[in-house]
Nanobody
């Protein structure tokens, strides 16, 4: 059974930094992509950053230049370094893993970690 466990969230002042980590276990298949999503109160869940198996990364426009996603294949872990944080970065950050099998996407999610940025 796949488990994704996030850590590293917390309360930080605007301009500060946090590093989120996601530990994946129970993986016995190829990982096609991993990413971080954000769920803010009253808003739809949005993609913050993702990384595919080839190493290419993708970022939401709002975080480009401030956030960096990285993956450790050997440890099946995913990190998100967040710098120059803004109050609008506040939300629950969820780790996502995608496995494609016979053309169908299988998505796995962690429980999330709260990030709160104070102004």
């Amino acid at each position: 059974q796949v488990h994704l466990v996030e850590s590293g969230g917390g309360l930080v002042q605007a301009g500060g930094s946090l590093r989120l980590s996601c530990a994946a276990s129970g993986i016995n298949f190829n990982i096609n992509a991993m990413g971080w999503y954000r769920q803010a109160p009253g808003k739809q869940r949005e993609l913050v950053a993702s990384i595919i198996s080839g190493g290419n990364t993708n970022y939401a426009d709002s975080v480009k230049g401030r956030f960096t996603i990285s993956r450790d294949r050997a440890k099946n872990s995913l990190d998100l370094q967040m710098n120059s944080l803004k109050p609008e970065d506040t939300g629950v950050y969820l780790c996502n893993l995608v496995h494609v099998y016979f053309g169908k996407d299988y998505n796995y999610w962690g429980q999330g970690t709260q990030v709160t940025v104070s102004s």
